[in-house]
């Protein structure tokens, strides 16, 4: 039957009487839609495009209905991109999703919570933003899932050249210039409590260095929980490597201010971040990459040796990367103090953009009283531009959000952030039972607000970068 009316079809495109073949397929809505008088035949391009219309009105749903959906051909590819980066041996997901039967087992409540998207994280309201490293299903990836599901989770063939799945610790598909790693293998306490640790590991480089992506592997992932990445060209916190943050450091005791207060953030899924073409950021000779590691509990000891991978830029980069960030000095309202058994919000306001700017990537960070958070540039047009809305502030998905395209902000343009804190009881994460006022700290238990932005100088056409 298909196949007498696909020759139909095609006879029909050959002929040009459209209404002789509109006749034949006495296709009735379709003459509603268009107003056949006004038709000309001698059309032969709109003639094409109806054909393709109709091929698709036709076959669609017969394809549909005639073919099931199979994991190999349907639902691998989709699991593949947007869930085995964590769903994988060795990763942070609870379970691997890397075979027929790990998805099979697990169909059901992977339908749920794609369709509820749930999964894959993305806490970013993709209605005000995108970003090229959250993963994201479209519609119609999750309708197909729904759809194998209730199919009844066909197997299909294995192809023989599929790309295979994700191999354990895929490292990106460049080879990094520079490896970095702990001097030694670090003990974390198997007491079921957080810890934060620095560490300070050496670049030993005898010139700048000029880098154009940076990765990082910690040795267990299932602790890992976040880091944050300094950047120290004065050398004196070598002491502090191993240190547990809140011990008295020599970042404290010193008061060192950093060459770059943060150089890089990394959790748990995120992928390595690359830099625009010819675009570089700058690591200072003789400097040290200072981090700042948090861990999740754990029942017992465990090791720890991370790595830090560097790639470099071939040639001389044309553009420096720079970073600027909005601290909680930057906040208006004034104290930034959140009073127990309080919902408050603070908003953050930067001094005037001094030239056109082209923003490359946007991290906020608070920590476990954060509500919600939104940032925005008003530019000297009065111009709204958004940077990014997160309605339900995850502690545990402290992203350095890539914009899909650079965002450039105008010369003479404000940003601004609006944070919200909850310090009730009714906040899950709230780490005091009952509340106690919290205010700026490094650890956990108190609070902060930051919002790091990645940039570039603006150059024109950075926008289609
Ligand atoms: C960025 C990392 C990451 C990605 C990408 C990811 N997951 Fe997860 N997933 C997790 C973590 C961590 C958990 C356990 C914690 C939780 O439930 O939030 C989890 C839990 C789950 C659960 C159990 C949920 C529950 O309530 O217990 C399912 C089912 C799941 N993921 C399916 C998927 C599917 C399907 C995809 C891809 C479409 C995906 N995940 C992508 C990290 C990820």
Known sequence: ???????????????????????????????????????????????????????????TPLSMSAQKLTYYDNIEPIIQKNCVSCHRKGQIAPFTL???????????FIKKVTAQ??????????????????????????????????????????????????????????????????NEPYQIKGDNREHFK???????????????GIDFFPQNKQL????????????????????????????????????DNFWHGWI??????????????????????????????????????????IYLSKQPAKRLVKTFILEENSVVNEPFMIPKDSVIKFYQRSPVIP????????TPHMHLLGKNFKAYAITPEGDLINLIKIDSWDFSWQMTYQFDKLLKIPKGSVIYSEAEYDNTPKNGRNPYDPPRDVTYGW??????????????????????K
């Open 1 to 59: 039957m298909r196949k007498s009316l696909f020759h139909k079809l095609t006879q029909l495109a050959a002929s040009s009487n459209i209404e002789v073949w509109l006749g034949l397929l006495d296709l009735r809505n379709f003459k509603n839609l268009v107003n056949l008088k006004s038709f000309q035949i001698a059309n032969q391009k709109s003639l094409c495009v109806i054909l393709k219309i109709l091929i698709l009105l036709v076959f």
């Open 98 to 108: 890397t075979s027929y039967e790990d998805v099979e087992r697990r169909a059901g």
């Open 117 to 182: 998207r749930y999964m894959p994280p993305n806490p970013a309201d993709p209605s005000v933003s995108h970003f090229k490293n959250v993963k994201r299903l479209t519609q119609e990836e999750i309708a197909t899932i729904g759809k194998w599901v209730e199919q009844g989770k066909v197997k299909g063939k294995e192809k023989k050249n599929r790309q295979g799945s994700v191999k354990e610790d895929t490292i990106s598909w460049r080879e990094p210039d520079l490896v970095l790693t702990f």
């Open 198 to 212: 620095v560490f300070v590991v050496p670049t030993n480089a005898t010139e700048d260095l000029y880098v154009s």
């Open 224 to 259: 890992a929980h976040h880091c944050r990445f300094m950047i120290d060209t004065t050398n004196l916190l070598r002491p502090d490597n191993g240190i547990e943050v809140g011990d008295k450091s020599e970042f404290q005791r010193l008061g060192v201010r950093m060459n």
């Open 268 to 309: 748990p899924g995120n992928t390595a971040i690359f830099y625009p073409d010819n675009t570089a950021k700058r690591l200072p000779k003789g400097s040290d990459i200072v981090l700042n590691m948090h861990y999740s509990p754990s029942p017992k000891d465990v090791t720890e040796q991370s790595k830090i991978l």
């Open 355 to 362: 030239y056109d700017i082209s923003l490359i990537s946007i």
């Open 443 to 464: 650890g956990t238990k108190d609070e902060m607000l930051n919002l790091i932005f990645q940039y570039l100088d603006y150059e024109i056409g950075d926008e289609r």
